[in-house]
């Protein structure tokens, strides 16, 4: 047998489950091992807690009954196994039953951890479902492993679920704050005291983000983390994995995309600059770029809400940051600006709610009715022109410009897409507003991000 191989397993076999932070994912009902059991894909981006998730699940199947010796778990992340060749998953599972031979017998929780990283690995798992009496839980770090993008020989078999980054639920109860009681509406009674908390607790959310790995760390050993996950991750899912031609480029366009989070990225202009300074790169090249980062769950693009879902040359559209820490982790200290990482925080919160099987389910809306109108936000169908929210976020309303900014903009929109309701998401501010075409609530980030 392959001395690596056994080495890993008998590791966890001696070390046992770690104790974890549970997760608000859910990656449903535990199903006894039998042949034919869909698969769990658990996707995000590297450093998120996937494999503490899977950790969350061995848990929960232990307290269910089942002997904690029919788990497999493997992570395929280990340089000693490389090159990875298709052999590498047979050799893990055989050693597995050498190790357990009950566990062959009685049925297997198979967890197979980034096995993205092994050529094959969509047959092996088809065959796996297929032949094996197990239930099988896998992580990957691209959102090529998403249900509709799974490669076609183990589509049908799995369902896939996306973690991301701590949201600020999370955050808040990873740091024990108070976040209220859940009202049988789903809305929450939040107490004086625990206002204040949840303030400062978004204030320490917008800085140094969801990745928990960087709770406990000062604010710049945070920031040289995060960088260097950022950088591991465009060095691993981008440029070895797409074998990109110009690496530094590819670890200079990432910088300042991650520090433009919540601002528009204009792809000719950003080329434009890049040869001004002596590297060459063509707006091709720079979109190929995003949308490798897209795949490896470092940003995402927001384009306009239209029925043209086609790439345009000539739109502009925002990046977001998987997380605002890693805005604050790239951005310059004279530019880490409050209103972008609340804006990347309110983005990520819509994200997690509406999946990403679909494309333009989050999107940006620009209107013209004399005046330039701009909804930061429509979550619906682009494809259809249906809405069903529309979302502002701003750190307040106070001046009398920025509010009537915000109102109209949400006006205009809730007239242009049938919607009756509106949002604004602020810092502190509280309150409704009466519009003709409906109401505009006015709701404190902390609040939001919550519910």
Request: proline residues 3%.
């Amino acid at each position: 047998m392959n001395a690596i191989v056994v080495e890993k397993l008998q590791d966890f076999f001696e070390q046992g489950i770690p104790p974890v932070f549970e997760r608000d994912l859910s990656l449903g009902d535990i199903l006894e091992p039998a042949r034919g059991n869909l698969a769990t894909v658990v996707t995000g981006v590297r450093r998120c807690g996937k494999t503490y998730r899977l950790y969350q699940e061995m848990h929960r199947i232990v307290e269910a009954g089942y002997p904690q010796e029919s788990i497999l778990y493997f992570n395929f992340e280990d340089e000693r196994l490389k090159p990875y060749t298709p052999q590498l998953l047979s050799d893990v599972v055989e050693a597995f039953f050498s190790l357990r031979p009950r566990a062959q017998r009685d049925g297997a929780f198979f967890f197979f951890d980034e096995i993205q990283e092994v050529p094959e690995w969509g047959t092996f798992l088809r065959r796996m479902v297929d032949t094996r009496k197990a239930t099988i839980y896998v992580t990957g770090s691209s959102s090529k492993m998403l249900s509709a993008n799974l490669a076609s020989e183990f589509r049908g078999r799995a369902l896939s679920r996306e973690l991301f980054p701590l949201s600020f639920s999370e955050f808040a109860r990873f740091h024990g704050v108070e976040t209220g009681s859940r009202l049988d509406d789903g809305s929450r009674a939040i107490g004086s005291m625990a206002r204040a908390s949840l303030r400062r607790a978004l204030s320490a959310y917008l800085e140094r983000g969801g990745f928990v790995p960087v709770q406990r760390l000062s604010s710049s050993d945070s920031v040289q983390l995060l960088q260097e996950y950022a950088y591991r991750t465009v060095n691993l899912d981008v440029i070895e994995r797409y074998n990109v031609r110009n690496p530094v480029l590819a670890s200079q366009f990432l910088s300042r995309c991650l520090a433009s989070s919540a601002c528009e990225l204009s792809l000719n202009k950003t080329a434009a600059a890049f040869k001004s300074a002596g590297v060459s790169t063509s707006r091709e090249t720079l979109s190929n770029l995003l949308g490798f980062y897209e795949e490896a769950y470092l940003l995402f693009k927001v384009d306009e809400f239209t029925r043209v879902l086609a790439d345009n040359p000539r739109s502009v559209s925002k990046v977001y940051a998987v997380d605002p820490g890693m805005l604050m982790a790239f951005s310059s200290a004279a530019a880490r600006d409050e209103a972008q990482r609340l804006e990347t925080a309110v983005f990520m919160k819509l994200r997690r709610d509406a999946g990403s099987l679909r494309k333009g389910a989050v999107s940006r809306l620009l209107l013209r009715d004399g005046a330039r109108h701009e909804v930061d936000f429509v979550v619906g169908d682009a494809l259809v022109r249906e809405a069903s929210e529309l979302v502002q976020v701003t750190c307040g309303m106070r001046e009398e410009k920025t509010r009537r900014r915000e109102v109209s903009a949400l006006r205009a929109g809730m007239a242009a897409l049938g919607v009756r309701e509106g949002w604004v998401v602020t810092l502190d501010e509280e309150g409704e507003i009466a519009v003709d075409e409906g109401v505009v609530h006015v709701v404190p980030a902390w609040r939001w991000l919550l519910d």
